[in-house]
């Protein structure tokens, strides 16, 4: 990469997408919810099934309400055994982004469902869990507009951030600069303004942040903060 391209890609690392998880914001009051953090790039939308995780989230139903009433982009993220059954529905009905984890299913299946993303015109993605080592994606990443980065184990919010990643994720950045630039690099999980700074000093492209965006008196603020860390 030359000197040029080696400054414009650090200038981008600097500005981070944020994707606000609505696992951490109140169901009761949705609409407000998603209308308070319009200013994210994308909306996280975290499927669970109670079985690859241990506990159940939400699901197609209210994921088309979600769609009906924003047009930020969705990051639905399936914390679900056997995805291909699944991923393709989610992005035929409006996700933008679909990624799913590649501990959930056997390779012939990843394969089909990012396939199945893709004739839907939409992006694909593999999420991997803490103790995944980064070599997991190398037989899909050609294929792959985003990698998935868990910074605390699947499965539920507010945990803290666990630092030992940012080693995976570095590694991740360099195989992604070699092998698909053009794939974004998202972190999951305990972000914050500081853990922020420490994932996109790694790489990060994409903060996903739940608690710390929802649980911020000004959302707007909030996002702004995380965004414009260097």
Same mark, same amino acid.
């Given at each position: 990469?030359?000197?040029?391209?080696?400054? %414009? &890609?650090?200038?981008?690392?600097?500005?981070?997408?944020?994707?606000?998880?609505?696992?951490?914001?109140?169901? &009761?009051?949705?609409?407000?919810?998603?209308?308070?953090?319009?200013?994210?790039?994308?909306? !996280?939308?975290?499927? *669970?099934?109670?079985?690859?995780?241990?506990?159940?989230?939400?699901?197609?139903?209210?994921?088309?309400?979600?769609?009906?009433?924003?047009?930020?982009?969705?990051?639905?993220?399936?914390?679900?055994? %056997?995805?291909?059954?699944?991923?393709?529905?989610?992005?035929?009905?409006?996700?933008?982004?679909?990624?799913? !984890?590649?501990?959930?299913?056997?390779?012939?299946?990843?394969?089909?469902?990012?396939?199945?993303? !893709?004739?839907?015109?939409?992006?694909?993605?593999?999420?991997?869990?803490?103790? &995944?080592?980064?070599?997991?994606?190398?037989?899909?990443?050609?294929?792959?507009?985003?990698?998935?980065?868990? &910074?605390?184990?699947?499965?539920?919010?507010?945990?803290?951030? *666990?630092?030992?990643?940012?080693?995976?994720?570095?590694?991740?950045?360099?195989?992604?600069? $070699?092998?698909?630039?053009?794939?974004?690099? $998202?972190?999951?999980?305990?972000?914050?303004?500081?853990?922020?700074?420490?994932?996109?000093?790694?790489?990060?492209?994409?903060?996903?942040?739940?608690?710390?965006?929802?649980?911020?008196?000004?959302?707007?603020?909030?996002?702004?903060?995380?965004?414009?860390?260097?």
């Amino acid at each position: 990469m030359n000197e040029k391209a080696n400054r %414009e &890609t650090d200038t981008k690392r600097k500005r981070p997408k944020i994707a606000p998880s609505l696992l951490s914001a109140d169901f &009761t009051r949705l609409y407000d919810e998603i209308s308070s953090v319009a200013t994210a790039d994308y909306l !996280h939308f975290d499927v *669970m099934d109670g079985v690859f995780v241990p506990n159940i989230s939400i699901g197609l139903p209210v994921f088309d309400a979600v769609r009906r009433v924003t047009d930020i982009p969705l990051d639905v993220h399936l914390m679900i055994t %056997e995805p291909s059954r699944y991923a393709a529905r989610f992005a035929e009905r409006g996700a933008d982004i679909v990624s799913f !984890h590649v501990e959930a299913d056997d390779p012939e299946n990843i394969a089909r469902a990012i396939a199945g993303i !893709h004739s839907a015109g939409k992006r694909a993605g593999l999420a991997l869990k803490p103790a &995944t080592a980064a070599a997991a994606v190398l037989p899909y990443i050609t294929l792959l507009d985003m990698i998935v980065v868990m &910074t605390v184990e699947p499965g539920f919010g507010g945990q803290k951030f *666990m630092s030992g990643q940012l080693t995976k994720l570095a590694a991740l950045r360099e195989l992604i600069d $070699e092998k698909n630039p053009r794939c974004e690099l $998202e972190v999951d999980g305990g972000v914050d303004p500081e853990t922020a700074k420490l994932c996109t000093r790694h790489g990060a492209s994409v903060l996903v942040a739940g608690s710390d965006v929802f649980g911020a008196r000004d959302r707007a603020a909030r996002i702004e903060e995380i965004r414009g860390v260097v």
